[in-house]
């Protein structure tokens, strides 16, 4: 083929090196390579973007006087595309244990599954249902086990021990453990949900008043937050059972 | 003659048998009774519990019923040693098609796996069969209620009802007349019905003893509708010696029709 000048393209890609025609894959590579890149070309800008950051996810647990809250978003986006606005992220391992994942969402999806193996396994031989703080460890040990290839989830437990108290723990992604007393988050808008928490968190709050904050603080965080929101559903952890509620707010 | 073919597990006998494939059939026949029997609703399990000792203290619920996964529970006949093994191993790999498939495990892949695993045991030398018999009752959404017999031979087949255990063939006879079913004319029993067969028959394998609440544990599955999920319910002591007293009123009651009509 000819181009304007009349020369051939073949004379051309010698001389210029930027108009190199390469394979997607090649130009994804050297894209990898530098944060961000202008190419002529294409005239898009493409960005490296965290692995944890590919769907988005906002979760957030508190504890109350004998009562946990743990909080979810629903949204699931591929990037800034936005793909499901009920994807569940908070999952019931007893009636007294919750576990929320945020991260990659297929990984979301498979620990929930090895969870329930686990807990199923768990219940099985030992004839009880499992504690919050062995279900942390276990969890732990389940990501430190892909310590050089791991599971891009990072974990929220929030439940009742069998004395009622209630028990808050995270991890990063590779299992290093942080039990707290007051709130714990994960997410793509960590900075907004711990600013929310810090501010409207009190100790001893009861069902209805967590359920108000969570809700507050996990609405106000996801709404200055690309990536999660599309509203969200709360669970409320008492003695005697759990009230979970559905929120609605920005659907963006 | 035996005893040339009968120490290795991979020799077979000049009558093409497996000695000890046999002998570890006879360790069970020793053991505490099961009965299993398929009910129009529901399937029962019954054991003879033979406590060695008043002293000991077992921390589990039972020793002879063991649940291997939410729809599929079993009891146990033979080598409880070998039976924690092989529980361990079933509930393992309940667990893990679950994992995979995100559907429970069909029963009779279950009992198929469990025997797979038994008999690799009496071809592959070095190890003795475990000695153990189980009764797998469970309920899946393709056969509905069913109930397997495995034995040390890796051999497994599905029943209506049957026995296993000390007096089994005893236990199996008084089945065979007692168990009505369409193809024989008669009808599945009701779980009432098949609870009260049950104990019939432990009575009859108890070698003179009667049962009672102390010596037997009944177990019944069923399935919950409404959650969809399966229902292992072990009687309490109260429930089964209702059972037990039910039994005992029916059979004095046919004793006494019997002394009237001669």
Redesign the interface.
């Known amino acids: 083929a000819r181009n304007k000048k009349g020369t051939r393209n073949e004379t051309r890609e010698r001389k210029d090196q930027s108009h190199l025609r390469i394979s997607r894959e090649l130009f994804e590579y050297y894209v990898s390579r530098n944060k961000s890149i202008f190419s002529r070309r294409y005239r898009i800008k493409f960005e490296e973007m965290s692995i944890l950051e590919y769907n988005g996810a906002a979760i957030i647990a508190m504890a109350g006087k004998n009562c946990v809250g743990i909080a979810s978003d629903n949204r699931l986006g591929i990037q800034a595309q936005t793909v499901a606005m009920d994807f569940k992220k908070v999952f019931k391992i007893t009636d007294r244990l919750y576990v929320g994942l945020a991260g990659l969402a297929t990984d979301v999806q498979t620990l929930e ?2 969870l ?2 686990r807990n ?2 768990y219940e ?2 030992e ?1 009880r249902k499992m504690s919050p703080k062995v279900l942390s460890n276990l969890l732990s040990h389940l990501l430190y086990e892909k310590r050089f290839g791991p599971w891009f989830v990072e974990p929220v437990i929030a439940g009742l021990d069998d004395k009622g108290n209630p028990y808050l723990s995270t991890m990063d992604l590779i299992g290093a453990q942080c039990e707290t007393k007051d709130f714990v988050v994960s997410g793509t808008c960590t900075g907004n949900m711990y600013g929310m928490c810090e501010t409207l968190f009190r100790p001893n709050m009861d069902a209805e008043d967590l359920f108000e904050t969570l809700a507050q603080a996990l609405m106000s965080s996801t709404d200055r937050d690309a990536l999660s929101g599309w509203g969200g559903v709360v669970h409320i952890i008492t003695p005697e059972g759990v009230i979970s509620r559905e929120l609605k707010g920005r659907q963006d | 003659m035996a005893r040339r073919y009968d120490s290795s597990t991979t020799t077979f006998s000049p009558e093409g048998r497996l000695h000890q494939v046999e002998y570890a059939i006879e360790a069970i026949n020793n053991a505490g009774t099961c009965i299993g029997i398929l009910a129009s609703d529901g399937i029962v399990l019954a054991t003879e519990k033979r406590s060695t000792s008043s002293l000991l203290a077992v921390p ?2 039972s020793d002879k019923t063991y ?4 729809h599929i529970t079993c009891c146990v006949a033979g080598l409880t040693a070998d039976a924690n093994m092989l529980i ?1 191993q079933a ?2 790999r309940a ?2 098609y ?2 995979q498939y ?1 559907h429970s495990i069909p029963v009779e892949q279950l009992v198929e796996h469990v025997c797979n695993y038994k008999h690799s045991y009496t071809q592959y030398g070095g190890l003795r069969p475990f000695g153990v018999s189980f009764l797998l009752a469970g309920w899946d959404p393709i056969h509905k209620y069913q109930l397997y017999q495995t034995d040390p031979s890796g051999n497994y087949s599905g029943w209506k009802a049957t026995v296993i255990g000390s007096n089994n063939q005893a236990g199996k006879s008084l089945l065979k007349t007692e168990y009505g079913d369409e193809s024989e004319g008669g009808t599945m029993p009701t779980i009432n019905e098949a609870l009260k067969l049950a104990i019939k028959v432990l009575n009859k394998t108890m070698d003179g003893t009667l049962a009672s609440s102390e010596k037997v544990e009944l177990l019944v599955l069923t399935r919950d509708e409404e959650l969809d999920e399966c229902v292992h319910k072990i009687l309490s002591e109260v429930e089964s010696q209702a059972i037990v007293q039910e039994v005992e009123k029916e059979a004095a009651a046919e004793a006494a029709a019997t002394v009237v009509v001669s």
């Open positions: 599954q090895m329930r193996f199923n396994l099985l031989r004839e | 589990k619920t649940p291997l996964s939410s361990d509930r393992l667990g893990q679950e994992y995100q």
